[in-house]
């Protein structure tokens, strides 16, 4: 698949299927994260992959109750990447300090698009999930307060195959050359 392609395959996919994705197809999605760059190489992620049934299902009841259910739909993905983003490195922090630019997030999402276009490619549905209940989720994983949890992936294979229209602003409208 040209790259093109894959960036127009890739979408929120928001109904799975119940079927579990075998373990050498994340490592290849996890590898594509590793990969990523980062401010000052700093590498400030890790991935817990939850595709254990009993802590998968306590997780989702944690994560998307209350007001967190607008994502309810995200209860019934097979597996979950809970992505945790660690202090960068001191010399990334403090030019980001200067800067006023958090750098450790732009890497995050650098890594997180990796490994959600790996598995674009290996036919798998994603959905970013920015909205859930970070106090808990960190309780049930035994993820240390200095840490944050800014992002969940949730991931199966899509119940449709169709591709729905991307809404995006026009190419004149969020670029320009000068
Ligand atoms: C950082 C981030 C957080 C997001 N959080 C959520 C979320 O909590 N729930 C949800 O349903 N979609 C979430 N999304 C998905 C966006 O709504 C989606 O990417 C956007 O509407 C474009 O649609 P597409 O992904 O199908 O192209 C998030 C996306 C990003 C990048």
């Known amino acids: 698949m040209k790259f093109i392609e894959l960036v127009r395959k890739r979408q929120s996919v928001r109904k799975y299927l119940p079927e579990m994705v075998p373990r050498d197809v994340l490592n290849k999605c996890l590898e594509a994260a590793r990969l ?13 992959v939850v595709d254990d049934e009993k802590i ?26 809970v992505v945790v983003t660690q ?9 980001g300090y200067f800067k006023g630019t958090q750098y450790s997030l732009i ?13 674009t490619e ?4 994603t959905c970013w999930l920015g909205w859930f209940n970070e106090k808990e989720v960190k309780k049930v994983l035994g993820i240390p307060g200095r840490n944050k949890v800014d992002i969940i992936i949730s991931m199966g294979y899509p119940q449709i195959a169709q591709l729905h229209n991307k809404k995006r602003k026009l190419l004149n409208e969020i670029s320009r050359f000068y």
């Open 87 to 95: 202090r960068s490195k001191y010399t990334a922090c403090l030019a």
């Open 107 to 119: 890497d995050i999402g650098i890594a997180c698009e990796h490994f959600i276009l790996q598995a």
């Open 36 to 48: 990523a760059p980062s401010a000052c190489n700093s590498q400030p992620w890790s991935f817990i």
């Open 56 to 81: 998968r299902n306590k997780l989702a009841e944690k994560a998307f109750s209350g007001i967190y259910s607008l994502n309810s739909f995200a209860k019934k993905a097979p597996i979950y990447i």
């Open 122 to 125: 290996e036919g798998l549905g």
